[in-house]
């Protein structure tokens, strides 16, 4: 029930191309759904986050869509750039116990010029 | 910029020796954890810290200790190390607001190979 299971694995999208990465979750506690972005050599990083009251947000070419029946969440990369080559882990969080951050097993992106 | 160091980006050690590895937020955050990353599992959190002496275990604590004796300084400590243990370690930190840490900032990472 802790789990976030991403796919995935990895993706390869052409330059200018929609890249997806999905989501699940069985948890319904969780309330928060971040998604960080790790580039070869560095940490994770925050790149964009959700809570349930909303269904999509969009930063940028960042979009998360977010099905609170489903419990499934999604990242959206509209017109893909060799820059976005990196790995994307999803994550989730719940306001008791801590507010630890469950992540998901990542996706390594490549967009091909 | 919040700046999360860790004390080594590649570290070498052999089986059963004592291994300790360093962490430092400099933007005063209450939480700090310590997570492992292994190709097709994720991050998996080892420990965290709410506050100075207090730890918390995460999802996969065996094998590991942690300490953190000041509030910017959290270091994961490998008991005996085994070769298990060869694996990518990132430290997070993340302030406290609202009553909760939704944002983690993380370290570069240390590469750790046990041989």
């Known amino acids: 029930q802790q789990q976030v299971k991403q796919s995935p694995q990895s993706l390869i999208v052409q330059k200018g191309g929609i890249s997806i990465i999905n989501c699940a979750y069985e948890?319904?506690?969780?309330?928060?759904f971040p998604w960080y972005q790790q580039f070869p050599g560095k940490g994770p990083a925050l790149l964009i986050a959700?809570?349930?009251?909303?269904s999509e947000k969009k930063e940028g070419r960042f979009t998360i869509s977010f099905n609170k029946s489903a419990k499934q969440f999604s990242l959206h990369i509209m017109d893909s750039q060799p820059g976005d080559s990196a790995t994307y882990f999803c994550?989730?969080?719940?306001?008791?116990?801590?507010?630890?951050?469950?992540f998901g097993t990542g996706t390594r992106l490549l967009v091909s010029p | 910029d919040v700046k999360v160091t860790q004390s080594s980006r590649y570290l070498v050690k052999r089986t059963g020796e004592k291994v300790f590895l360093e962490c430092v937020q400099d933007?005063?955050?209450?939480?700090m954890f310590w997570y492992r990353q292994d190709p097709g599992l994720g991050l998996r959190l080892i420990y965290f810290?709410?506050?100075?002496?207090?730890?918390e275990k995460g999802d996969i604590p065996e094998g590991y200790s942690v300490s953190r004796e000041k509030k910017e300084r959290f270091s994961l400590i490998l008991e005996s190390a085994s070769t298990n243990q060869t694996s990518m370690y990132l430290c997070?930190?993340?302030?406290?607001?609202?009553?909760?840490?939704?944002?983690?900032?993380f370290g570069p990472g240390t590469r750790l190979t046990v041989l």
């Open positions: 997070a930190s993340g302030p406290l607001a609202g009553g909760r840490t939704d944002t983690q900032y």
């Open positions: 948890n319904t506690a969780f309330d928060y």
């Open positions: 959700i809570r349930p009251d909303v």
């Open positions: 994550a989730a969080s719940m306001k008791e116990g801590f507010q630890k951050l469950v």
């Open positions: 933007m005063d955050h209450e939480n």
């Open positions: 810290s709410y506050d100075v002496k207090m730890k």
